[in-house]
Nanobody
């Protein structure tokens, strides 16, 4: 059973930055495409971005493009989500999800594993 643990959330002012981490307890981490989704109260889960297992190419949702950056360190079994120029509308619970040998997908269905999330709150 793979466990995903998100960390790095917190309270930040608008315009600030945070770096989220998604750490996996699996020795085949390099074979997983890692996604980030977020969910604000009363809203549907939204695709934030994903980084492929094969070539580390990254894709982003329109609302975060140009502000968020994904990277991965396979030696540490960790994916990082660097968030800059944060806005109050970025406030949400951020989840990472893993799909083995998967393409990056914007829909949350079909992921192999999910973390429990880390809360990001951006104050105005």
């Amino acid at each position: 059973q793979v466990q995903l643990v998100e960390s790095g959330g917190g309270l930040v002012q608008a315009g600030g930055s945070l770096r989220l981490s998604c750490a996996a307890s699996v020795h085949t981490f390099s074979t997983y495409t890692i996604h980030w989704f977020r969910q604000a109260p009363g809203k549907e889960r939204e695709f934030v971005g994903g980084i492929k297992w094969s070539d580390r190419s990254a894709y982003y949702g329109d609302s975060v493009k140009g502000r968020f950056t994904l990277s991965r360190d396979n030696a540490k079994n960790t994916v990082y989500l660097q968030m800059t120029s944060l806005k109050p509308e970025d406030t949400a619970l951020y989840y990472c999800a893993a799909k083995r040998f998967g393409q990056v997908q914007s829909e949350p269905d079909g992921m192999d594993y999910w973390g429990k999330g880390t809360l990001v709150t951006v104050s105005s």
